[in-house]
Protein backbone atom coordinates (compact mmCIF):
# COMPACT_ATOMS: atom_id res chain seq x y z
CA UNK A 1 0.00 0.00 0.00
CA UNK A 2 1.47 3.52 -0.64
CA UNK A 3 0.80 6.19 1.45
CA UNK A 4 0.82 9.86 1.01
CA UNK A 5 0.63 12.76 4.22
CA UNK A 6 -0.61 16.18 4.13
CA UNK A 7 -1.69 19.26 5.69
CA UNK A 8 1.30 20.25 7.48
CA UNK A 9 2.84 23.88 7.93
CA UNK A 10 3.26 26.90 10.05
CA UNK A 11 0.81 27.01 12.64
CA UNK A 12 0.94 29.38 16.21
CA UNK A 13 0.51 27.48 19.43
CA UNK A 14 -2.48 26.84 20.95
CA UNK A 15 -4.20 26.59 17.28
CA UNK A 16 -5.03 23.45 15.51
CA UNK A 17 -4.19 21.43 11.93
CA UNK A 18 -5.50 18.41 11.00
CA UNK A 19 -3.10 15.88 8.45
CA UNK A 20 -4.58 13.42 5.91
CA UNK A 21 -2.82 10.58 4.31
CA UNK A 22 -4.14 9.12 1.43
CA UNK A 23 -3.91 5.47 0.74
CA UNK A 24 -4.02 3.61 -2.73
CA UNK A 25 -2.70 0.13 -3.61
CA UNK A 26 -4.34 -1.89 -1.74
CA UNK A 27 -7.82 -2.76 0.14
CA UNK A 28 -7.53 0.02 2.51
CA UNK A 29 -9.67 -1.71 5.26
CA UNK A 30 -7.19 -4.64 5.29
CA UNK A 31 -4.86 -2.22 7.49
CA UNK A 32 -4.41 -0.75 11.04
CA UNK A 33 -3.22 3.10 10.89
CA UNK A 34 -0.66 4.73 12.97
CA UNK A 35 1.00 8.06 12.84
CA UNK A 36 4.21 8.76 14.50
CA UNK A 37 6.45 11.85 14.50
CA UNK A 38 9.93 12.87 14.86
CA UNK A 39 11.28 15.92 15.83
CA UNK A 40 15.02 16.60 14.78
CA UNK A 41 17.74 14.92 17.13
CA UNK A 42 14.79 12.57 18.37
CA UNK A 43 13.82 9.41 18.00
CA UNK A 44 10.43 8.46 16.13
CA UNK A 45 7.34 8.87 18.34
CA UNK A 46 3.99 6.80 18.82
CA UNK A 47 1.16 9.57 18.03
CA UNK A 48 -1.69 7.51 18.10
CA UNK A 49 -3.41 4.63 15.97
CA UNK A 50 -6.71 2.93 14.49
CA UNK A 51 -8.00 0.03 14.08
CA UNK A 52 -9.14 -0.90 10.48
CA UNK A 53 -12.79 -0.85 10.87
CA UNK A 54 -12.34 2.66 12.96
CA UNK A 55 -13.77 1.55 15.90
CA UNK A 56 -10.30 1.48 18.29
CA UNK A 57 -8.17 4.09 18.59
CA UNK A 58 -5.30 4.60 20.80
CA UNK A 59 -2.78 7.98 21.70
CA UNK A 60 0.62 8.45 23.15
CA UNK A 61 0.89 9.86 26.53
CA UNK A 62 2.00 13.50 25.42
CA UNK A 63 -1.44 13.78 23.21
CA UNK A 64 -3.41 13.88 26.65
CA UNK A 65 -6.81 14.54 24.85
CA UNK A 66 -5.60 17.45 21.78
CA UNK A 67 -5.45 14.66 19.45
CA UNK A 68 -7.99 12.34 17.01
CA UNK A 69 -7.81 10.17 14.55
CA UNK A 70 -10.02 9.21 12.20
CA UNK A 71 -10.57 7.29 9.37
CA UNK A 72 -13.09 6.69 6.24
CA UNK A 73 -12.30 3.36 4.40
CA UNK A 74 -14.70 4.40 1.34
CA UNK A 75 -12.15 7.29 0.44
CA UNK A 76 -8.96 5.54 1.80
CA UNK A 77 -7.91 8.20 4.14
CA UNK A 78 -6.84 8.48 7.67
CA UNK A 79 -6.77 11.49 9.42
CA UNK A 80 -4.83 13.67 12.61
CA UNK A 81 -6.64 16.22 14.40
CA UNK A 82 -4.26 18.44 16.34
CA UNK A 83 -5.63 21.04 18.43
CA UNK A 84 -3.87 22.85 21.29
CA UNK A 85 -0.48 22.74 19.88
CA UNK A 86 2.48 23.55 21.78
CA UNK A 87 5.86 24.17 20.33
CA UNK A 88 7.03 20.82 21.47
CA UNK A 89 4.58 19.32 18.35
CA UNK A 90 7.05 20.84 15.98
CA UNK A 91 8.12 17.33 14.11
CA UNK A 92 8.03 15.56 11.04
CA UNK A 93 4.41 13.61 10.88
CA UNK A 94 4.55 10.12 9.31
CA UNK A 95 1.53 7.47 8.39
CA UNK A 96 1.86 4.11 8.79
CA UNK A 97 0.04 0.96 7.95
CA UNK A 98 -0.04 -2.33 9.44
CA UNK A 99 -1.68 -5.42 7.85
CA UNK A 100 -4.07 -6.36 10.86
CA UNK A 101 -6.88 -5.17 12.71
CA UNK A 102 -5.21 -3.30 15.41
CA UNK A 103 -2.26 -0.87 15.45
CA UNK A 104 0.59 -0.53 17.20
CA UNK A 105 2.63 2.05 19.63
CA UNK A 106 5.72 -0.09 17.92
CA UNK A 107 7.40 1.96 14.48
CA UNK A 108 9.18 -1.95 13.57
CA UNK A 109 5.57 -3.35 13.58
CA UNK A 110 4.30 -1.31 10.70
CA UNK A 111 5.78 -2.19 6.84
CA UNK A 112 4.35 0.96 5.08
CA UNK A 113 5.06 4.29 5.59
CA UNK A 114 4.28 7.47 4.00
CA UNK A 115 7.10 10.29 3.51
CA UNK A 116 6.12 12.56 6.10
CA UNK A 117 4.36 15.57 6.27
CA UNK A 118 6.10 18.97 8.61
CA UNK A 119 4.20 20.51 11.32
CA UNK A 120 6.03 23.73 12.84
CA UNK A 121 4.51 24.81 15.71
CA UNK A 122 5.47 28.61 16.59
CA UNK A 123 5.37 30.43 20.08
Known amino acids: VQLQACGGGFVQAERSVRLSCAAS????????MGWFRQAPGKEREFVGA????????SYGDFVKGRFSISRDNAKTTVSLQMNSLRPEDTAVYYC?????????????????WGQGTQVTVSS
Open 25 to 32: GRPFSNYA
Open 50 to 57: ISRGGSTT
Open 96 to 112: AAVGRSYGSSWSHEYGY
